[in-house]
């Protein structure tokens, strides 16, 4: 296991967490090394600090989009009796929302054994082994709200069907079903499909399920609404947010009657950047640049907020490159009286919905040297 004790973290990852975090002291930031998500980010990432960092921020991004419909529906966490995460891993989106949901209101499933009992044990939710067939997916009551994040993605037409159908029967009167998919407008043009298509391809980043089982799937928006429609023999309603999910991933939300007004559902995107340069000088002047990027209508990066050791040092106001996009470039200058290898930078950026973009948090050390593999 990889540790969990704040005072003994390593100190980028206090910073994040300091900073993420609604109660930074309670967050269990416990990570299992069987966990595939941290697997797949320090298969990409490299170093161990960074890999965790994304992770982390991949889950407290999952929750935002998930706090605004729970908010757009039921107005606070605290009106939920009982929220379900199906195929929720190892609780890489758990630990925040325990922080926001008393856990034994909190339900958990996986299909990995050793993923439920690791979140019982971690979380003090409750937990819900899955199977590989929906048919044999026996639960005996009913849900406020279910997120299936990242878990349609992976299935073919039949299964994805046969799933929807369970996990809509599994949500209250006045319940939602919250999950996300790979949009047809992730394919390349030569595979596109038409709307009312499913494309199933063999492979994952799953090392241990059987890929004919769960592969990746990509769907078009009338394929998802007619599966809702034919599932829920009419009765159901969906409503699709485009990238909804970390910017990717589409994320649909279906609800029974009484119908919601998803016109009052106004769902805002993170903003999305990435840091291209960070030098120290000799004269000790710290030059950093980046570029960062914003999609919500009537929205601005309102700043890139720079923090060393914990304390605020500037605030910078972005560039528009040019009236066609929503792309903007920064750059700044940092002159202290001493900085050292060892001192912790923490950079993100946040637009005027309130969402934020963690670009780094890491020692001046470390950005410097992969400043420097960018170069």
């Known amino acids: 296991m990889i540790s969990n004790d704040f005072n003994q973290l390593h100190p980028p990852l206090q910073a994040f967490i300091q900073d993420q975090a609604l109660f930074p002291l309670e967050f269990n930031s416990l990570i299992s090394e069987q966990d595939e998500m941290y697997l797949f980010a320090l298969e990409n990432h490299k170093i161990p600090e960074k890999a965790r960092i994304r992770y982390y921020f991949n889950g407290r991004r999952i929750f935002d989009a998930v706090r605004q419909v729970v908010q757009w529906k ?15 891993g190892y609780g890489r989106f758990t630990r925040f929302l325990i922080q926001e949901i008393p856990p034994q209101n909190v339900w958990i499933s996986d299909i990995y054994r050793d993923a439920v009992k690791f979140q019982q044990e971690q979380f003090g939710v409750n937990g819900i082994v899955s199977t590989a067939s929906p048919a044999e997916y026996s639960v005996n009551q009913q849900f406020d709200c279910i997120l299936a ?9 039949q299964t994805f069907t046969l799933w929807m159908q369970k996990l ?3 949500i209250s009167s006045e319940g939602i079903l919250l999950f996300s998919v790979h949009d047809r407008d992730l394919l390349p043009p030569e595979s596109k ?9 063999p492979q994952s980043e799953s090392h241990s399920l059987d890929v004919k089982e769960y592969g990746t ?20 309603i969906c409503e699709r947010i485009p990238q909804g999910i970390c910017r990717y991933q589409d994320l649909y939300i279906v609800a029974k009657s009484p119908l919601p007004d998803f016109n009052q559902l106004n769902f805002s995107h993170h903003p999305f950047g990435r840091l291209e340069q960070i030098h120290l000088t000799t004269e000790g002047e710290l030059h950093i640049r980046g570029w960062v990027s914003e999609i919500n209508p009537n929205s601005q990066i309102e700043a890139i907020l720079i923090s060393i050791n914990g304390e605020f040092i500037k605030q910078v106001k972005p560039e528009q490159n040019s009236s066609a996009d929503q792309t903007f470039s920064w750059s700044t200058q940092i002159n202290l009286p ?4 060892e001192d912790i930078i923490l950079i993100k950026a946040i637009n005027t919905r309130n969402l ?10 470390v950005l410097q040297a992969a400043s420097n593999e960018i170069r």
Request: hydrophobic share 40%.
């Open 217 to 236: 799937s990509y769907v078009g928006e009338e394929f998802v609404r007619q599966t809702v429609q034919n599932m829920s023999e009419g009765k159901a």
């Open 168 to 170: 809509y029967h599994l």
């Open 74 to 88: 039921f107005h606070s966490f605290n009106r939920l009796n009982s929220f379900l995460d199906f195929a929720s």
């Open 193 to 201: 499909i038409k709307s009312d298509e499913i494309l199933f391809i």
């Open 338 to 341: 001493s900085l050292s290898p």
């Open 149 to 157: 994040c990242s878990f349609f993605s992976h299935l073919p037409e």
């Open 356 to 365: 934020e973009w963690v670009f780094e948090a890491a020692t001046l050390e």
